[in-house]
């Protein structure tokens, strides 16, 4: 398998930032949830978050620098890297906003006796947005099949009129002992119960309407609160709103994949929105006033005389606010001039009539354009 620096597809002396936005991209193109849960993107996945892991780590990385990944066995955390891991860490480093909801907290780490019912497990939603509603934010509602308490048992999974008994193989402790032998001799080891999962309790008479669950399929419709200024690489953490865990278990979370459609007439760059605007030749050499589409509406737009194709106007305000609700993004308004590809009679004698009168445009130096400002945009729109 590839080196790790490789993997993210970086040099070896790229600096943390570097790690993290090399790792960032790879892991949403190869997110499970943007993949159709292909196993290849899952494994690709998995790789690069491994490495990510690593290399933000200055410890870690220089015993993988001096060592390669031998150096690495055995320690903490890192005895077999698993695909629930790899979306645990991209979750703790990139889910959420800034890093302010602490997802997944604590799930690994010992844990002896008895274990309290599972939490209901994650689910993933998505939820389109339009450009409109990422400008003001939004209350949006979203359907979702959810495990929910059975009703007939009130979550218990027992019968009505009965209830769990403890587990006669644990005793209701929820843990089992083995003996074990090896090499070096006969020893004990601990583990959950497996008659009882390790919850200490047994159900003699199931409940019939969830056979034992404690929980049943439901259609919900839940309200999802989404912040001004977001973007497709965001997630939302509903936490504790997900699926109803077996026998009271406490319920999981959803996570709410955000994806903000494209819009054709705009192009996002971060807070700002580009847009293109094709004007006539006489527009552009007289100057006019003009409607320019916004992600709210229109507003007007005043054409300077004598500007050039090319040119960029900028509409203050008018693009996106800033995640935090700090500041807001402008619209920029790239002008072009459209050149007509067929004249009517009229039209043609009158060019021919300012062919004669026109004076020969400047070239090169004389123009003297502001070549930096073009260039950093020509990207963007091409
Ligand atoms: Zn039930
Ligand atoms: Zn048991």
Not at 28 to 46: M, T
Not at 85 to 113: C, K, L, Q, T, V
Not at 194 to 209: H, N
Not at 305 to 314: D, F, K, N, P, T
Request: proline letters at 6%; aromatic letters at 6%.
């Amino acid at each position: 398998m590839a080196d790790y620096y490789e993997r993210l597809g970086i040099s070896r002396d790229a600096t943390t930032e570097e790690i993290k936005r090399a790792y960032r991209k790879l892991a949403l193109k190869y997110h499970p949830d943007r993949n159709e849960g292909s196993r290849e993107a899952e494994s690709r996945f998995k790789e690069v978050t491994e490495a990510y892991e690593v290399l933000r780590d200055p410890e870690k990385r220089s015993t993988y620098d001096r060592y390669g990944e031998q150096g690495l066995r055995g320690s903490p955390g890192f005895g077999g890297f698993d695909f629930s891991d790899a979306i645990e860490i991209f979750m703790r480093d990139f889910g959420g906003f800034g890093g302010f909801e602490e997802i997944f907290g604590g799930r690994r780490g010992g844990r002896s006796g008895r274990r309290d019912p599972g939490k209901g497990p994650t689910i993933r939603v998505r939820l389109p947005l339009t450009l409109k509603e990422v400008r003001t934010g939004v209350t949006k509602k979203i359907r979702v099949a959810l495990l929910e308490p059975c009703g007939g048992c009130e979550g218990s999974g027992a019968s009505p009129g009965t209830s769990p008994t403890p587990c006669r193989n644990c005793g209701g402790t929820g843990e089992e002992r083995h003996v074990q032998r090896s090499v070096f001799g006969q020893f004990m080891s601990v583990g959950p119960c497996r008659v009882c999962g390790g919850e200490g309790r047994t159900i003699e008479q199931p409940c019939p309407e969830c056979r034992g669950e404690g929980r049943v399929n439901k259609d919900r419709e839940l309200e999802v609160e989404v912040p001004a200024g977001v973007g497709s690489d965001n997630f939302l953490t509903l936490r504790g709103r997900g699926n109803a865990g077996p026998r009271g278990g406490p319920r999981g979370d959803i996570i709410v994949l955000l994806e903000v459609q494209d819009d054709s007439r705009f192009l996002r760059d971060g807070e700002n929105l580009l847009h293109e605007l094709s004007i006539t030749f006489s527009q552009a050499a007289l100057g006019d006033e003009v409607e320019v589409p916004t992600v709210d509406g229109t507003v007007r737009m005043t054409i300077p005389a004598g500007i050039q194709s090319g040119e960029i106007l900028r509409l203050r305000g008018q693009g996106l606010p800033g995640l935090h609700g700090r500041g807001r993004g402008d619209q920029l308004v790239r002008v072009r001039v459209w050149t007509p590809q067929h004249v009517s009679p009229e039209q043609e004698r009158i060019l021919e009539e300012l062919r004669e009168l026109e004076t020969p445009p400047p070239q090169g130096a004389e123009r003297g354009e502001e070549k930096g400002f073009w260039a950093k945009f020509k990207e963007a729109f091409s």
